[in-house]
Structures are given as C-alpha cells and as structure tokens.
C-alpha cells in the first residue's frame, strides 16, 4: 500500500501569512502540498500537534559561524545544531568572521564546502564588499551570495576593511547591475575611533565609557548617509543591527519617499538595556552597543509600526577567552542565535500582545521575501515544510547546558523564557525534537533569484 503523503500533521495551531487557525497540515517531497481543516488519507509520518503552534521555521539572516579558519570560536556543526534548536531551518552566514573572509570565489568555494559536509540546516552566504575586492563582486554573485555586507567602521577584523566613500559609490552601482542587495553596519568611523582612542588613553575602559565611545549619533548620521548613496544609485539598502529609534525613523522616511532601504534589529536592542549590560557584563558587549530603557520603549513602538523588517541574531561568537578583561578591549559580540524565536515569543506576544503572523514575518516570511529566496518563509502550499513546534505557554529558565554552541555562554543564561520549541522540521525531516539534533546534516544552498 502506497501512502498518499509523506507527513501529515494534525490538531496544530498554525500561524500561516494572514492568520491563526486549527488545521492539518499534510507534505509531500519536502514541500506543503495541502492546508486544510481536516485532511484524509494516509502518510508515511503523522504527527498530532495538539494543543501544538506551528511556525514557519526560523530562517537567521545574520549569523558568524566562523569556519573556515576560526573553528575554535563557532564552527557549522555547533552554529546549525543551535538554530535548529531555536525552532531554524536556514541561516545567511555572515563573510567574516571566518578566515579567511568571503571576499572572492575561492574563498566562498571554501566556506561553501565546510557548509554541504555540515550544515544541520539550509545555508545562505553573504558576501563582503571592501575596497580590496571591488573586482570580485561579480564572481561572488555567480557563487550565488545573497547579498553582500560592508562596514563603515573598523569591523574588528583587520583584513576585513571598512568601506570608504568611494568603495561606497563603486560598490552600490555594481550591486544595482547585480540585482543584489548591501547591507552595512552603520557607525560612524571617525567618531567611534576618535572617542574610543582618547576613552583608552585615559584609562577608561568601563562599560559606561564603551557606550560612551560609541553615541547614538554615531548610528543616526551614518545610516542617514547611506541613504543618500543608496538614494542616488538605488541600490537596495539593508541597515544592519539598528540599534536607534531615530534611525528607524530614518529609514521609513526614506522608504516613504521610494527608497528602497530596510532594516534589520537583533533581539537585545529590545530586550536588553544598557544597565543590563552593566549587570551581565561582558558577555553583553557588542556594536553598535545596547542602549537605554528609553531608546528601547520607542524601538518597541517602531516594530509594532511596522518599520523594521527583520529580527536576526547576530549571533557573534568567539574564544571566551578573549571575553575577558576590560570592557573596552574585549571582543564585542553576543551570542543568540537559539533564543530569537522563544525571546520574541516571551516578549513580543506574551509581554505586547504582538501578533504572531507579525513575529513570522520577522523571523522567517521577509527575510526571505527580501532576499529573494524562493519557496520558503511560510506557511503555504507549494512553500517548504519547514516548520517549528512550540509550546507557546511553556515557561523555562534557559541553562548554560541547553545551549548547542560551541562555547555555552549567552548573556540570556537564566532569563526566563515562556514559549519552547519541541520540534524542527526542515523539508518535510524532523531536525530537532525534545531537546535532542535527530536527524544528520540535510543542510542545502539557498540561493537568490536575484535576476527575477
Ligand atoms: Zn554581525
């Protein structure tokens, strides 16, 4: 006897595009190949999801992973295996902080291959834009990068160079021709370098004089002149890791007069504080820094507004060992790319009464809308069936031991979280389930359909 389907899922509550509603969910080769009230027929694989929400899988639009080259920070096995855990089934792994960087074909080629031998989950690259590989921009787009990031300040790895005004320019017209999108970290370079030298000189290294060293106009003035570049080559504008409520307003004003800029946010920029830093300590450090309770009120405003596009992790490991020491020297990057999902449960939905169609749409629906990946980021027929199981009234206390990361450090150890995943499901195969990696490595290249 033949089954009609590969998987059924039944008594779900499943968060599709434009609603929440009690239905089965039935896959077959991977993909969904019918939503409905109650579906008949056999399958090789029935699951009763009673009592169950089901999400589109994650997919992490910023994450370091860290191979080749720096696999005693992160490596593709431990990175994957941890957003399959936080309910993911693909990430966009950033050109640094491997080594070396993605800047060319050959380097991708080498990243790539790291990835088809390990990667639990789907995979899609960045690549990097730098004054140094201007002529490369094309063979990264022929390797199928999904879009390509840049630094306006010290990126914090030397041979991965900030762009100057003029990469800028050169960079943005060849990206319009390639259909790809750039995305920067905006902070002003000059400002952050100039504050954070005279900070040292003066012996000033504590986690106020970090924020101090990097303001908000660091953020807000360099944001508005990528827009103006963009603006001018209309090139499509990502800004990374916004961390200002007055550059979000930057960049809806732009959207609103046509042009074509979004922008991404990372979990802490709205759950934690500047005086929660002060409290966790270095394991909080990142750039641009987390700001205070004020900013992030007015960040929680503008999400519900619509106007950030995306929730990413920018999960930034690397050797604890160099976490240590003085606030202003140590290395600045957090870890959480296994928390975005349950943390914006916890304080998006169970805390704000956000929608959950809205938090897929931000985990998983535009980020792959944006960067033009096709057939996945929701809950639909002909989509992937990727989903993730939650819990949603679940509560735990989150303990260093649940963490599938290389190091087990994260500054959201023991923060409570209300809201668990019991089960990833990637193609149509269950990658996580109860706590536990129960499949081998599927991972697959995701590429743009950039010409499109
Ligand atoms: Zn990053």
């Known amino acids: 006897m033949s089954e009609r389907y590969d998987l059924i899922i039944r008594n779900g509550i499943v968060v599709c595009p434009d609603s929440v509603k009690k239905t089965d969910v039935a896959v077959s080769n991977g993909k969904i190949v019918e939503i409905a009230e109650e579906i008949s027929g056999d399958a090789k694989e029935v699951i009763d999801a009673a009592g169950k929400h089901i999400f589109p899988g994650v997919t992490d639009g910023h994450v370091h992973f860290n191979e080749p080259g720096r696999s005693e920070w992160e490596t593709v096995t431990t990175g994957s295996s941890a957003i399959a855990a936080?309910?993911?089934?693909?990430?966009f792994d950033m050109p640094l902080n491997c080594s070396p960087c993605t800047l060319d074909a050959k380097n991708f080629n080498a990243k790539l291959a790291v990835a088809q031998k390990d990667s639990l989950v789907d995979y899609g690259f960045w690549g990097g834009l730098t004054p140094k590989n201007l002529d490369k921009l094309e063979e990264l787009a022929e390797c199928g990068v999904i879009g390509f990031k840049a630094f306006s300040c010290h990126s914090g790895i030397d041979e991965f160079e900030r762009m100057d005004d003029f990469t800028a320019l050169v960079g943005m017209e060849k990206l319009v021709k390639l259909g790809l999108p750039l995305m920067v970290h905006c902070e002003n370079a000059e400002i952050t370098k100039d504050?954070?030298?005279?900070?040292?000189?003066?012996?000033?290294?504590?986690?106020?004089?970090?924020?101090?060293a990097r303001p908000p106009i660091t953020e807000i003035e360099n944001v508005s002149r990528m827009i103006t570049f963009a603006e001018e080559t209309g090139c499509k504008l990502i800004i990374a890791h916004i961390s200002t409520a007055k550059a979000v307003e930057l960049v809806?004003?732009?959207?609103?007069?046509?042009?074509d800029v979004s922008c991404e946010t990372i979990g802490h920029y709205l759950i934690l504080t500047d005086d929660d830093v002060e409290r966790l300590g270095t394991v909080?450090?990142?750039?641009?820094?987390?700001r205070n309770i004020d900013n992030q009120t007015k960040m929680w405003a503008k999400l519900l507004n619509g106007d950030i596009a995306i929730i990413s992790s920018d999960h930034s490991p690397c050797d604890p060992k160099i976490k240590v020491g003085e606030f202003m020297?140590?290395?600045?990057?957090?870890?959480?790319?296994?928390?975005?999902?349950?943390?914006?449960?916890?304080h998006a939905y169970h805390d704000r009464k956000f929608p959950l169609v809205d938090i897929a749409k931000l985990t998983s629906q535009n980020v792959?809308?944006?960067?033009k990946i096709e057939g996945k980021g929701k809950?639909?027929?002909?989509?992937?069936?990727?989903?993730?199981?939650?819990?949603?009234?679940?509560?735990?206390t989150l303990e260093a031991e649940d963490l599938f990361y290389k190091h087990k450090v994260s500054p959201y150890v023991g923060e409570r979280f209300r809201g668990v995943v019991t089960q990833t499901i990637l193609r149509g195969t269950t990658v996580f389930k109860d706590g536990k990696i129960v499949s081998k490595p599927i991972g697959k290249h995701l590429k743009p359909n950039n010409l499109g």
Do not use: H
Request: net charge negative; with cysteine.
């Open 86 to 91: 936080g309910g993911g089934v693909a990430y």
């Open 195 to 212: 504050l954070t030298s005279i900070a040292l000189a003066n012996n000033k290294t504590t986690v106020r004089d970090y924020f101090a």
């Open 368 to 371: 792959n809308e944006i960067f």
């Open 284 to 290: 909080a450090k990142c750039s641009p820094p987390i």
């Open 252 to 259: 809806a004003q732009a959207r609103s007069r046509g042009v």
């Open 379 to 396: 809950i639909a027929v002909g989509f992937d069936a990727d989903f993730a199981l939650i819990d949603i009234d679940e509560e735990y």
């Open 329 to 346: 020297k140590v290395w600045g990057g957090i870890s959480a790319c296994q928390t975005t999902l349950p943390a914006m449960l916890t």
